[in-house]
């Protein structure tokens, strides 16, 4: 159920949230004062506001677990995209740089960083990864890793072509490790239910009130759907409103000749 809601757009995840919070808030208020349990609701009146102060305090403290975790993957996603441009933009240069001829190495990395923008990107808003990527990035490892390098451009420079495309591959995985996390349910069921859990409090506190509790009810519900939602549309780092976009990769391109 998460996983369907969290594929949306994120227009229509708002939508989502707000239907299903404003009708928890809408039966609480209905029960309190119009349904047929109106009654027996009545005889809990009296009932202390700081006695509810609790269920509070624990979603907004879940809620800032998860906006941690939320936004800490996003760091996450940033530094790995980070860390492979900042490696194929060395490798490029140091290829440029060197002496012997390495125009193999330079076509394999422009290959490489093709498939990642064209092939690779889109495939990972669905959580997936392009085997045109993975080939390609194994041709990469294959040229940097000949040994006649050594010989034509020295020990020194070709130890740090080898551990900077190594730093690629780890950058990848990374990246595509983020990408194809799970989203924690557990976390998010938790945090969904002591939002309606705060709503039965506010009812409960507002039974002879009817208006202040309608009133009570709606700015909760309507902070809650603020942050929940703000939250939803960043849970997946290369999906949703804002996804991190592969233009740091395709920067790269501009930096390696194409072939002749």
Same mark, same amino acid.
């Given at each position: 159920?998460?996983?369907?809601?969290?594929?949306?757009?994120?227009?229509?995840?708002?939508?989502?949230?707000? %239907?299903?919070?404003?009708?928890?808030? *809408?039966?609480? #208020?209905?029960?309190? #004062? #119009?349904?047929?349990?109106?009654?027996?609701?009545?005889?809990?009146?009296?009932?202390?506001?700081?006695?509810?102060?609790?269920?509070?305090?624990?979603? =907004?403290?879940?809620? /800032?677990?998860? /906006?941690?975790?939320?936004?800490?993957? #996003?760091?996450?996603?940033?530094? !790995?995209?980070? %860390?492979?441009?900042?490696?194929?933009?060395?490798?490029?240069?140091?290829?440029?740089?060197?002496?012997?001829?390495?125009?193999?190495?330079?076509?394999?990395?422009?290959?490489?960083? @093709? %498939?990642?923008?064209?092939? @690779?990107?889109?495939?990972?808003?669905?959580?997936?990864?392009?085997?045109?990527?993975?080939?390609?990035?194994?041709?990469? *490892?294959?040229?940097?890793?000949?040994? @006649?390098?050594?010989?034509?451009?020295?020990?020194?420079?070709?130890?740090?072509?080898?551990?900077?495309?190594?730093?690629?591959?780890?950058?990848?995985?990374?990246?595509?490790?983020?990408?194809? !996390? +799970?989203?924690? =349910?557990?976390?998010?069921?938790?945090? *969904?239910?002591? !939002?309606?859990?705060?709503?039965?409090?506010?009812?409960?506190?507002?039974?002879?009130?009817?208006?202040?509790?309608?009133?009570?009810?709606?700015?909760?519900?309507?902070?809650?759907?603020?942050?929940?939602?703000?939250?939803?549309?960043? @849970?997946?780092?290369?999906?949703?409103?804002?996804?991190?976009?592969?233009?740091?990769?395709? +920067?790269?391109? %501009?930096?390696?000749?194409?072939?002749?």
């Amino acid at each position: 159920m998460f996983n369907l809601w969290l594929d949306q757009p994120s227009w229509l995840i708002f939508v989502l949230l707000a %239907a299903g919070l404003a009708s928890t808030a *809408l039966l609480v #208020h209905w029960l309190s #004062h #119009h349904g047929p349990t109106r009654r027996t609701a009545a005889s809990f009146v009296g009932v202390q506001g700081a006695f509810f102060t609790s269920i509070s305090v624990l979603f =907004a403290l879940f809620s /800032g677990f998860l /906006g941690n975790d939320v936004w800490e993957r #996003h760091r996450q996603a940033s530094r !790995a995209v980070q %860390a492979e441009r900042d490696s194929l933009l060395a490798i490029g240069t140091l290829s440029i740089a060197t002496i012997s001829d390495m125009a193999d190495i330079r076509a394999a990395l422009r290959a490489y960083v @093709e %498939a990642v923008v064209a092939d @690779e990107w889109p495939r990972m808003a669905d959580q997936g990864q392009s085997a045109l990527a993975a080939q390609a990035l194994g041709e990469v *490892l294959r040229q940097v890793a000949r040994p @006649e390098i050594t010989a034509e451009a020295g020990a020194a420079a070709h130890a740090a072509l080898l551990d900077l495309a190594l730093r690629v591959r780890t950058a990848r995985n990374d990246r595509l490790a983020i990408s194809g !996390a +799970d989203y924690d =349910a557990e976390k998010w069921a938790t945090v *969904l239910a002591l !939002a309606v859990l705060t709503q039965v409090g506010i009812g409960l506190v507002q039974l002879d009130r009817m208006r202040p509790q309608a009133a009570a009810l709606c700015v909760f519900t309507t902070a809650a759907v603020v942050t929940l939602g703000l939250l939803a549309i960043r @849970e997946r780092p290369f999906d949703g409103a804002y996804p991190i976009r592969p233009d740091a990769i395709r +920067d790269v391109l %501009a930096t390696i000749p194409p072939p002749s």
